[in-house]
């Protein structure tokens, strides 16, 4: 039933319905179109990045329509609570450390040990949130390297029927999307500049905001940002038949009777819900000092996949 919607009470309800039974729905928000999915859903976050078709598993942010959800999801500290009382709902996200940590929430957050939250300041997006009764991840709403979509018609232009239903809820008034800070050191730091100005956030806390941007010491896009899961055993990848040494994770037919498998009816939306979740239990299992993974194919969300596991596997 894949299509725009008019943003009107019964369809955010079924769209509410949709992303509960973990379906995508887009949505406006006041910066830009959203791609949502419910964050506890794994095999729906794998969707959207099937969608947008993106090479490398970007951790996502959740939206939220209350603060007090953040309790059992982040953890949060005075400086957090007051930049929410003043600027959300609003085009800001924070990068917090990360509280809640079922291996559900493994994929929207690349596997980091931190999550990423704003409130939109929309009212569609606002009501979405509270009748679907959990945090929504998403990114913009259009294919990876394609322009932000601020129009329900960008959105099927670009995306069409792999999104399950698309609420149209008029023009985006932002038009770009919200910056985003990081909370989780002493000092703030600016990962994306956005739709809320930097001066803003400054006058507001009375310090400055460094700029990732230009500082030696800091990575300058919030892709470099990221530290990387990796194991701590040693990690070997492409390997059809493992050493007696290796907790082996499996895919598809190789490794059929492996302790783990990402999937074994070889589905890589299946295989990416389980892959940040199944490296940290093969990290904590302590039978075995190595660990192997199956080779995985390079379409589709393979691709991510293998861009994940390469760097997993990378040693000095
Ligand atoms: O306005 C917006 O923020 C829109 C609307 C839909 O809310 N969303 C959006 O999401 O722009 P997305 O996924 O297109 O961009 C989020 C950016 C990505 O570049 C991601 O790498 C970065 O935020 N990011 C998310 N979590 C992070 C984290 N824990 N550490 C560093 N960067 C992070
Ligand atoms: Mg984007």
Request: contains cysteine; charged residues 20%; aromatic residues 8%.
């Amino acid at each position: 039933m894949s299509g725009i919607f008019s943003a009107n009470s019964d369809n955010i309800e079924r769209a509410a319905q949709l992303i509960r039974t973990g379906k995508l729905v887009a949505f406006p928000t006041e910066t830009v179109y959203g791609l949502g999915a419910s964050a506890y859903e794994a095999t729906a976050v794998a969707r959207i990045f099937e969608a947008k078709n993106r090479p490398t598993f970007n951790p996502l942010i959740s939206h939220i329509a209350h603060t007090d959800f953040l309790n059992g999801y982040a953890y949060t500290d005075d400086r957090v609570l007051a930049l929410a009382k003043r600027f959300w709902p609003g085009p800001l996200t924070f990068v917090l450390k990360r509280k809640d940590l079922s291996p559900a929430l493994d994929l929207a957050s690349a596997g980091l040990p931190t999550v990423t939250v704003r409130m939109p300041n929309h009212p569609v997006a606002l009501h979405l949130i509270e009748s679907s009764g959990v945090p929504i991840v998403a990114p913009s709403a259009n294919r990876s390297q394609s322009i932000s979509p601020t129009t329900a018609q960008h959105v099927w232009q670009s995306l069409g029927e792999r999104v399950d239903m698309i609420l149209d809820g008029g023009s985006c008034t932002v038009g770009v999307e919200s910056t985003i800070i990081d909370l989780t050191g002493p000092q703030v730091v600016m990962l994306r500049p956005g739709g809320l100005a930097k001066e803003d956030i400054e006058s507001f806390l009375n310090e400055p905001v460094l700029l990732s941007a230009g500082n030696p010491d800091l990575p300058s896009s919030p892709g470099q940002m990221l530290k990387h899961y990796a194991p701590a055993h040693p990690f070997r990848i492409n390997v059809t038949h493992p050493e007696p040494d290796e907790f082996f994770i499996g895919f598809g037919n190789i490794g059929a009777d492996a302790p783990l498998n990402l999937s074994p009816r070889a589905d890589l939306c299946e295989a990416a819900s389980h892959l940040f979740d199944y490296m940290h239990r093969a990290d904590e299992q302590t039978h075995f000092q190595k660990i192997a993974m199956a080779p995985i194919p390079n379409t589709g969300l393979g691709l991510a996949i293998n861009d994940r596991i390469r760097r997993a596997s990378y040693r000095q």
